[in-house]
């Protein structure tokens, strides 16, 4: 069964680079390898699956579906110049600004700041920002998982950073090397590739995908960002998924997940753009401080649908938006 499915495999593989392909042009991307790594979806457990077309190098593995989806077209996706698709399906953009904090997820039990990197471009009235490290709070525990300062990329080059409690995480670089809390609450960080892929568990709190990539030179020729040698500005790539939010939760992404939530940001445009700068803004990486924290709160009410329903999501027309049903 393994060789038939290898054979499959290297099969779609070949037939992705030869339609991929056009005279005068360089071989296309070869498409990352992807797999479901949930014991509790056993049909679909570890089996390899190719990076879809449109995102051959950044996608994960819908263990529901059992379908490779590109990372930034899922809700709880937080990737590029800080797009967003909140878990009622819609994609909007949150700039911040570079070199401060904000929360993105604020709940009872659960609260997540981003810390936002960039550079300011002369001709625009805003920074150009990525996310360049999470700062995660429960209980009394804080997490920190972050892209590491880089000026020339190099893929063989681990460029993650990660704590607990103040305490450093070593993980060898070895696809699923993993590292765990002895006692609760039970915390894992898993390797899901050789380097800069991990992906980190709370037990029936939270899960998040992390992936460090650099701003490329076609990326910056395309969006003219401007990167020089001197910093690739690497930044991270993410998935949430959440197991028990109420409905009072808040934040960036947060109130996304509310029954009944009804999105700010303006739609029918190119970038729909999220405001509350001031609301959402945080002192540091591990501050409950912002105007929109829920961290502590115990009146806040339940949230009757435990963990949400996997939407499946796919481009827009041309590109645009994220369209996504239950």
């Not at 392909?21 to 071989?27: A, C, D, E, F, S």
């Not at 570890?46 to 899922?74: G, R, Y």
């Not at 949150?94 to 904000?102: I, L, P, S, T």
């Not at 765990?180 to 050789?194: E, F, M, W, Y």
Request: glycine share 8%.
């Amino acid at each position: 069964m393994k060789k038939l499915w290898g054979i499959c495999g290297l099969f779609l593989m070949v037939l992705w680079l030869s339609e991929s392909m056009t005279v005068g042009q360089p071989i296309a991307i070869i498409p990352r390898k992807v797999r479901c790594r949930s014991v509790k979806y056993s049909p679909c457990y570890l089996i390899w699956h190719f990076c879809p077309v449109l995102c051959p190098t950044s996608c994960l593995v819908d263990c529901i579906s059992c379908k490779p989806v590109c990372s930034c077209n899922f809700p709880g996706a937080v990737c590029e110049d800080p797009k967003f698709v909140g878990g009622d399906g819609i994609t909007f953009y949150f700039h911040g600004r570079k070199d401060q904090d904000f929360c993105i997820v604020s709940d009872t039990n659960l609260h997540i700041n981003a810390h936002f990197i960039g550079k300011r471009n002369p001709n625009m009235k805003r920074d150009f920002t990525w996310v360049q490290s999470i700062g995660i709070m429960f209980g009394s525990h804080k997490l920190l998982v972050a892209a590491k300062t880089t000026t020339t990329w190099d893929d063989n080059l681990d460029r993650l950073a990660l704590s607990f409690d103040d305490m450093p995480i070593h993980l060898s670089n070895k696809d699923g090397s993993k590292w765990q809390t002895p006692i609760a609450p039970r915390v894992s960080i898993t390797r899901t590739s050789d380097r800069n892929r991990v992906v980190v568990h709370g037990e029936e709190n939270f899960r998040v995908n992390a992936v460090v990539v650099p701003i490329t030179a076609e990326e910056s020729r395309v969006h003219s960002y401007n990167i020089t040698d001197e910093d690739c500005f690497a930044h991270l790539e993410l998935g949430f998924k959440f197991y028990k939010l109420t409905n009072g939760v808040d934040g960036v992404l947060g109130q996304t997940y509310r029954r009944n939530y009804v999105s700010k940001a303006k739609m029918g445009v190119a970038m729909p753009v999220l405001g509350g700068l001031h609301k959402f803004s945080s002192s540091s990486i591990f501050a409950t401080d912002c105007p929109a924290s829920q961290f502590g709160n115990q009146a806040l009410p339940e949230n009757s649908h435990g963990e949400y329903p996997t939407l499946h999501c796919s481009s827009g027309v041309n590109g645009t938006g994220v369209a996504c049903k239950k």
